[in-house]
C-alpha cells in the first residue's frame, strides 16, 4: 500500500528563519511527487510536480527536491504570508493519476 | 488559466436529505476527482472518474454515489446525509493517465444537522 508521510507535523518559524520541511513516501512505480499550499478553508493550490530523483524546482522563496525516499520543501527567509499547511502527495503505478496524500505540515511564520 | 469550480462553498444540510455537490472544469480533463478533508485524516479520496459516464470507487465510497454525463462536469451525491459527512468536500481534476497534476477547486464545507 501506498504511504506518504509528512514531519513535522506543526512548525514555527521566526520570520527570515529559513528551514525545511519532509515528506517521506513508498509509492510503488512513482510517477510524480506533489507539493501544494492550503490556506484555511480553501483548496489546495499546486506548487510543484517532481518527477524523478535529483530534481530540484524553486518558486520565490520556496524549493521543492526529491531522493528516492524523500521530498524536501526548502523555504527560504520565510515571511508571514508563508504561513499555511503544506501538503505532500504522491502519484503511483495505478492509473488515471490517484494520489496519496500526507497529513500535512502547518507552518506559522511569526513576524 | 486553470479553473475547477464548486457549486457552493458553504452548504448545510438536515439529516436525511438528499445532496447534490457539483463540480465543474474548464481544461478539458480527462480525470476528476472528490475528495473529502477532515481534520487528522487528511484528504481522502471518495470516487474519481476517468470518462465521461466512467467511475471508480476511491477509498471511503460508502453513502455517496456520483454522476459524470459531461466531461467538464462531475457531481457527488449523498443520498441521504448523515451528520458523519459533515466536512470539506474538494473536487480536482488532471489531464491524462500518467500522475499529471491535479488542480483543486475551492471546497465546499458541508455542515449535516
Known amino acids: 500500500e501506498d504511504q506518504v508521510t509528512q514531519s513535522p507535523e506543526a512548525l514555527r518559524l521566526q520570520e527570515g528563519e529559513s528551514s525545511s520541511l519532509n515528506c517521506s513516501y513508498t509509492?510503488?512505480?512513482?510517477?510524480?511527487l506533489f507539493w501544494y499550499r492550503q490556506d484555511p478553508g480553501k483548496g489546495p493550490e499546486f506548487l510543484f510536480t517532481?518527477?524523478?530523483a535529483g530534481e530540484e524546482k524553486e518558486k520565490e522563496r520556496l524549493k521543492a527536491t526529491l531522493t528516492k525516499k524523500e521530498s524536501f520543501l526548502h523555504i527560504t527567509a520565510p515571511k508571514p504570508e508563508d504561513s499555511a499547511t503544506y501538503l505532500c502527495?504522491?502519484?503511483?503505478?495505478?492509473?488515471?493519476?490517484?494520489?496519496?496524500f500526507g497529513q500535512g505540515t502547518i507552518l506559522t511564520v511569526h513576524p | 488559466d486553470v479553473k475547477v469550480t464548486q457549486s457552493s462553498r458553504y452548504l448545510v444540510k438536515r439529516t436525511g436529505e438528499k445532496v447534490f455537490l457539483e463540480c465543474v472544469q474548464d481544461?478539458?480533463?480527462?480525470?476528476m476527482f472528490w475528495y473529502r478533508q477532515d481534520p487528522g485524516l487528511g484528504l481522502r479520496l471518495i470516487y474519481f472518474?476517468?470518462?465521461?459516464?466512467?467511475?471508480e470507487k476511491g477509498d471511503i465510497p460508502e453513502g455517496y454515489s456520483v454522476s459524470r454525463e459531461k466531461k467538464e462536469r462531475f457531481s457527488l451525491i449523498l443520498e441521504s446525509a448523515s451528520t458523519n459527512q459533515t466536512s470539506m468536500y474538494l473536487c480536482?481534476?488532471?489531464?491524462?493517465?500518467?500522475?499529471?497534476?491535479?488542480?483543486f477547486g475551492p471546497g465546499t464545507r458541508l455542515l449535516v444537522l
Open positions: 517532481l518527477y524523478s
Open positions: 480536482a481534476s488532471s489531464f491524462g493517465t500518467r500522475g499529471e497534476t491535479q488542480y
Open positions: 509509492v510503488s512505480g512513482l510517477r510524480g
Open positions: 502527495a504522491g502519484s503511483g503505478g495505478t492509473s488515471y493519476g490517484k494520489l496519496t
Open positions: 472518474s476517468y470518462d465521461v459516464k466512467m467511475k
Open positions: 481544461m478539458d480533463h480527462e480525470n
